[in-house]
């Protein structure tokens, strides 16, 4: 079976929007590719090992790729994605002098390929991503996400993805009811799991990505303390404060422990007082997805909120907040 395969050669801060856009586009799958440059220094701070060669991407950029069926009308499809990502700009976000070219390409030249290049990752002191279809040993201690992201975001080689697992172990002391908002994969909420909480209410908008997140769930026999629901946040707020009956079958009780939403900082803004309402008094929202530019308008958004920031990691130019909900 034929495919067409398009390319978009881009920045790496509009990677998330880009990658979204394709799949509303209704991409069948999308791949993507970060830069390999040799000035970046690969982080083996926890036992990572490469088995690929650093690609020619210049630094800070990505190549993104969508396929979609043979008859697809793919000048239609570019002249509708130029006009998305062009839009960018109006919310802060630079897609810099991007290239679009398209090709026709055999299914397994797609299809499967990009699995060799998803291995076993060691992304924090107790976590690591494995695969389905890789075999790995976990060490003492070593807690293991397994996972088959399939098409929804969220593979855990992307450093919002990696920050948000790295500070959920630093948060989390066991037992916390939780919500992941924007679930994506499932891996923050699995992971979330695997460091000691007790449930994780999974929100997407997306049904790829339930489908994904509750298969993902299931692979990590996690059914008992994830619910992956199609909602968003307010949703589930309205839910709770009018008592339907969607409410009585969530598993977790608003206000929880802990937020988690790795999401653009713009989608992020938009529910900061959604975020305050869902917490219990002392509760931790952790806010990633965030580019460097967003730094301080996301600083603002959440102390406007009414939040205490407690810290804010960061890593190749992206961060993630850790903030609090006052006691009083």
Not at 179 to 189: E, F, H, M, Q, R
Request: hydrophobic share 40%; net charge negative.
């Amino acid at each position: 079976m034929k495919w067409n395969e398009i390319t978009i050669s881009t920045s790496e801060q509009s990677i998330e929007m880009i990658t979204n856009f394709l799949h509303e586009l209704d991409a069948d799958g999308v791949s993507i590719e970060e830069s390999g440059s040799l000035n970046r220094k690969r982080d083996t701070s926890f036992g990572q090992w490469y088995d690929q060669p650093l690609n020619d991407i210049p630094e800070g950029e990505a190549e993104i790729k969508g396929y979609f069926l043979e008859g697809t009308d793919m000048a239609a499809l570019e002249q509708q994605l130029r006009v998305s990502i062009d839009q960018l700009r109006e919310f802060g976000i630079e897609p810099g002098e991007y290239k679009i070219s398209t090709a026709i390409v055999d299914e397994e030249d797609w299809a499967e390929a990009w699995k060799q290049y998803f291995k076993p990752l060691r992304v924090s002191d107790r976590l690591t991503i494995k695969p389905t279809w890789e075999n790995y040993e976990p060490g003492e201690g070593e807690q293991i996400i397994e996972l088959d992201p399939g098409m929804a975001f969220g593979t855990g080689t992307h450093p919002t993805t990696a920050l948000c697992l790295r500070t959920l172990e630093k948060v989390i002391q066991g037992g916390e009811s939780v919500i992941d908002v924007g679930t994506g994969s499932g891996i923050l909420a699995i992971g979330a799991c695997q460091l000691g909480a007790d449930r994780v209410l999974a929100l997407d908008l997306d049904p790829v990505a339930v489908a994904s997140a509750t298969e993902n769930t299931q692979l990590n026999h996690l059914e008992d303390r994830i619910q992956v629901h199609l909602s968003d946040l307010l949703g589930v707020l309205n839910a709770e404060q009018t008592g339907t009956e969607t409410a009585s079958k969530l598993n977790v009780t608003v206000p929880v422990d802990l937020v988690v939403a790795n999401i653009l900082a713009e989608i992020i803004l938009l529910f900061t007082d959604d975020v305050y309402a869902a917490l219990k008094p002392g509760g931790i929202y952790i806010a990633s997805g965030i580019y460097m530019n967003k730094e301080d308008v996301v600083d603002q958004g959440l102390r406007a909120a009414g939040f205490e920031v407690v810290e804010i990691h960061r890593e190749d130019n992206w961060m993630a907040f850790v903030a609090r909900k006052p006691l009083g």
